[in-house]
């Protein structure tokens, strides 16, 4: 296995909304309703558009290609979060199941993490759902909870952490 990390292309668009849904189909049921993750899969095209957009628009998606199959992303910026701002946010990593536990999720939170130090930012949010299994791997990181807020997925209101991370340089210096 060798596994690359690089900046996304809009070639990789679909594999990436591939790889979003097949994680929220993992790592989501019975956290968030079958028909949330339903719809997901019923606007695969809507969410291809989008990711093409974005990866044309703001060039902050990163992808992890084991032999030219997208098998993980990434995506980085300043916080979408008003009442954080003047940080950076990671707005999602996603792994497929059967690469969890390699170290690559660790490799594109990193990436993650020198991207946002690279903006000029030395701390960062991001969102992590209540119940997720991931939070101790941000905890293990220096995440601390410091907020939450009630997002709606579908008619059901759940629970999401805001995640803060300090003095990243430290965290990636000590870690890279």
Same mark, same amino acid.
């Given at each position: 296995?060798?596994?690359?990390?690089? !900046?996304?292309?809009? =070639?990789?668009?679909?594999? +990436?909304? *591939?790889?979003?849904?097949?994680?929220? #189909?993992?790592? @989501? %049921? &019975?956290?968030?309703?079958?028909?949330?993750?339903?719809?997901?899969?019923?606007?695969?095209?809507?969410?291809?558009?989008?990711?093409?957009?974005q990866i044309k628009e703001y060039n902050n998606i990163y992808v992890a290609v084991d032999n030219d199959k997208v098998i993980g992303t990434m995506s980085y910026g !300043?916080?979408?979060? =008003?009442?954080?701002?003047? +940080?950076? *946010?990671?707005?999602?990593?996603?792994? #497929?199941?059967? @690469? %969890? &536990?390699?170290?690559?999720?660790?490799?594109?939170?990193?990436?993650?993490?020198?991207?946002?130090?690279?903006?000029?930012?030395?701390?960062?949010?991001?969102?992590?759902?209540?119940?997720?299994?991931?939070?101790?791997?941000?905890?293990?990181?220096?995440?601390?909870?410091?907020?939450? !807020?009630?997002?709606?997925?579908?008619?059901?209101?759940?629970? *999401?952490?805001?995640?803060?991370?300090?003095?990243?340089?430290?965290?990636?210096?000590?870690?890279?």
């Open positions: 296995m060798n596994i690359i990390i690089r !900046k996304a292309n809009i =070639e990789d668009a679909k594999e +990436i909304v *591939e790889v979003k849904m097949s994680s929220w #189909l993992t790592s @989501y %049921k &019975g956290l968030i309703p079958d028909e949330v993750l339903k719809n997901r899969q019923d606007t695969m095209k809507e969410r291809i558009i989008k990711t093409e957009k !300043k916080s979408r979060n =008003e009442k954080y701002e003047n +940080i950076g *946010e990671l707005n999602f990593i996603y792994l #497929l199941d059967e @690469y %969890k &536990g390699l170290g690559i999720g660790k490799r594109l939170f990193f990436t993650g993490i020198k991207e946002i130090i690279d903006m000029g930012f030395n701390s960062f949010i991001l969102n992590v759902l209540k119940g997720n299994k991931t939070i101790g791997f941000y905890e293990k990181y220096k995440g601390k909870k410091i907020d939450q !807020k009630e997002e709606y997925f579908g008619e059901q209101k759940l629970t *999401e952490y805001v995640m803060l991370f300090e003095d990243i340089n430290k965290i990636y210096e000590e870690n890279k």
